[in-house]
């Protein structure tokens, strides 16, 4: 009964866990200059600057804050792979489709 429960808390817990960690891990390591971020105390900021520890974002005009890699939350790449791009490609598709 024990062991069913040790393999459960695994597969249920730690494993989705570890692979979160992981993903995240990989959008912060490929961070450049223009991507949209959030930190984990909530600031929103563009990358001005990536360096090996440090990532320096831009709040507002003419203020630059520097912060640790690891207190990056959210990483909204910027360019043409934008989601909101995404969306109006398949709103129009569905317009299409509704016309014809």
Do not use: C, W
Request: charge should be positive.
């Amino acid at each position: 009964m024990i062991i069913i429960m040790i393999v459960m808390f695994y597969f249920l817990l730690i494993r989705p866990q570890k692979k979160q960690r992981q993903e995240q891990e990989a959008r912060v390591a490929a961070l450049k200059k223009g991507d949209k971020i959030v930190t984990i105390g909530g600031m929103h900021g563009i990358v001005h600057h990536v360096s090996k520890e440090t990532i320096t974002i831009k709040i507002s005009e003419g203020v630059f804050v520097p912060f640790n890699k690891v207190a990056i939350a959210s990483v909204e790449k910027s360019g043409k792979g934008d989601k909101k791009g995404e969306e109006k490609t398949s709103d129009e598709d569905s317009k299409e489709e509704k016309k014809a």
